[in-house]
């Protein structure tokens, strides 16, 4: 990775570091928080729509036109890829936490999700 991509998109990267360590880290049950219906899934929607909305609107910062190949590979197909990789990593090298499909899917939600926020709303928070 270019140093310059570090310097341009700096929040994106502390995003997705911080995506990584709440993945991969042990967390105690919480008994107030158990009644809450799918209460990982929509962790997982919010952490992945959360980043890809970051990633959006630092792109949005630095550009007026859409770079589609550029966009697609950082915004969409690398916190697809990412969010696959770190439920197998929670399946296989964890032994606290378990990979689970369903919450590839919720994440793959909120990278759609994250999708619609960065090409419709964030250009014109960014614009005036």
Known sequence: MKASYLKRYPLSHMTIAL??????????EI????????????????????TC????WEYWRQHTKIDWQHVALG????????GGTLELMQKYLTVTRSG??????????????GLIIGYFIIPKICKG
């Open 19 to 28: 995506v990584v360590i709440l993945s991969l880290a042990p967390f105690k």
């Open 100 to 113: 689970d499909w369903l919450d590839f899917v919720a994440n793959d939600i909120g990278v759609g999700i």
């Open 31 to 50: 008994p107030q928080l158990e009644n809450i219906n799918l209460l990982d899934k929509w962790a997982h929607f919010i952490m992945y729509g959360g």
């Open 53 to 56: 909305s970051v990633i959006w």
């Open 75 to 82: 915004a969409i197909v690398l916190p697809v890829v990412m």
